[in-house]
């Protein structure tokens, strides 16, 4: 009686692992026929605005992609979540993304963030590629992490070298934020290079993340009458100091690097009397940013993505939406190329892609940054316009 108990007993055993390997059998099948691609950004907090415009591109995209068959004929499922801006927040959404099974991560979307992240990605050969990141090191040393945007040196050396040939300026000002690391980037690299090019830095002024005077910094810049003044920031913080230094009589030309999109139409968010609306616009007018691609491009994939987006949420792509959009697109091809959803075979196609979309044709170099063109951006009439574009 008890040899027919045990054998019950390990029948019945049998049944049930043989039963939880059919379920398991079919949840892969499930789950094979969609590919999950993880996105992590800072929907809520201080720094919403980057990770919102950039997650409207990522959407914009793998909409059509799915509607156009996917990839490698599945589906592709867009797990997004919310790091609020903070460090520790984004590690814990990167474990979060990886339980939920995401075969690719984009983001983060600033750099801080993105940092910790690419050290988790890098640890575990996970593909990942941060569409608007520009601290230099969140992909050095890293062979599984990418970048779309420009690095902070290579905007700084772009700012100098078109002052040089374009502004004819002599003499430049420089007003940076000493919080941080995006802002401090661009200007070491300014400086460097506009040494080298014979200009001369005639003042050179901070400010801290949380300051919204800077009146004594300008007033000090003014007394010194550059030719150009650097303001390496993000335009919410520009629409502050814009205004404060044409009242204190800085006449030079106001130059940036990508932060700066946006700055027009952050001038006019709360400002109802239409003389101060137009009292701000007049603050920036003339000044040249760096960016990634041009709304009054004619390119027609270009002004095809320009009116999907604008169908979809009812304004024109920002960079960070633009860059969002081509991170994409990137993923799916270097996941095409590679044939498969092998880490690192998708790696290695994506270090050897050719990509050509909306904010250029890029290939990486050798630390997976971006080999592209920066179109120079000049605000005319509270309008963006393409000034020249400056090939790398």
């Given at each position: 009686?008890k040899?027919?108990?045990l054998l019950?007993?390990m029948?019945a055993f049998?049944m049930i ?9 079919e ?6 026929d969609?590919?999950i ?6 929907l ?6 980057y990770g919102i415009a ?5 959407e ?7 509607e156009n068959?996917?990839i490698?004929g599945k ?5 997004t979540e919310?790091?609020?801006g903070?460090t520790?927040?984004?590690m814990?959404a990167?474990?979060k ?6 075969e690719v ?8 963030p993105?940092?910790?992240v690419?050290?988790l990605?890098?640890r575990d050969g996970?593909?990942?590629i941060?569409p608007?990141?520009t601290?230099?090191?969140i992909?050095?040393?890293k062979p599984s ?11 700084g050396?772009i700012?100098?070298k ?14 940076s934020?000493s919080?941080?690391?995006?802002s ?9 290079e506009?040494s080298?090019?014979?200009l001369e830095?005639?003042?050179?002024e901070?400010?801290g993340?949380?300051?919204k ?7 000090t810049?003014a ?7 650097l303001i ?6 520009i ?7 044409r009242?204190?009589g800085?006449?030079s030309t106001f130059?940036?690097?990508d932060?700066?999109?946006?700055i027009?139409?952050q001038?006019?968010?709360g400002?109802?009397d239409?003389?101060l ?5 007049e603050?920036?007018?003339g000044a040249?940013f760096?960016?990634?691609y041009s709304?009054?491009d004619?390119?027609e ?15 024109n ?6 860059l969002?959009y081509?991170?994409v697109?990137m993923v ?8 498969s959803l092998?880490f690192?075979?998708m790696?290695d196609?994506m ?5 050509k979309g ?11 940054n ?17 000034d020249?574009?400056?090939q790398?």
């Open positions: 009686m040899r027919k108990n019950f007993l029948l049998v692992l043989s039963a939880c390997s059919n379920n398991s059998a949840s892969e099948s499930v789950e094979s969609e590919i691609v993880g996105s992590l950004a800072p809520t907090g201080n720094v919403a605005i950039t997650t409207n591109g990522i914009v995209a793998i909409n059509e992609i799915n068959g996917g490698l589906q592709v499922k867009l797990i919310d790091e609020k903070d520790q927040e984004a814990n990167y474990n993304l990886i339980e939920a099974g995401a991560i984009i983001g983060d979307v600033t750099s801080g993105s940092v910790a690419a050290e990605a890098n996970m593909l990942m941060t608007t990141g601290q230099l090191d992909t050095d040393g992490v990418f970048r779309a945007a420009f690095t902070d040196p290579f905007q050396q700012l100098a078109y002052v040089a040939e374009n502004l004819g300026a002599s003499t430049v000002g420089i007003l934020n919080s941080s690391d995006y401090q980037g661009v200007k070491d690299a300014f400086v460097e506009v080298n090019l014979g830095v005639v003042a050179d901070s400010y993340s949380a300051d005077d800077f009146r004594v910094q300008l007033t810049i007394s010194k009458i550059p030719d150009v003044l390496p920031d993000y335009y919410e913080t629409a502050l100091i814009a205004p404060q230094a009242e204190v800085i006449e130059i940036g690097p932060g700066w999109d946006g027009s139409a001038l006019t968010t400002i109802q239409e003389a609306v137009a009292e701000a616009l603050s920036v007018e040249v760096t960016n990634h709304l009054d004619e390119s994939h270009i002004q095809n993505f320009i009116a999907k987006y604008n169908e979809t949420y009812g304004e792509p920002a960079s960070f939406s633009a969002g081509d991170v697109y799916k091809q270097a996941i095409e190329e590679a044939g092998d690192q075979a790696v196609a270090k050897a892609i050719d990509y909306i904010t250029g044709s890029i290939k990486f170099d050798e630390n997976n971006p080999v592209k063109a920066v179109s120079m951006i000049k605000v005319t009439g509270g309008e963006y316009k393409l020249t574009v400056v790398p």
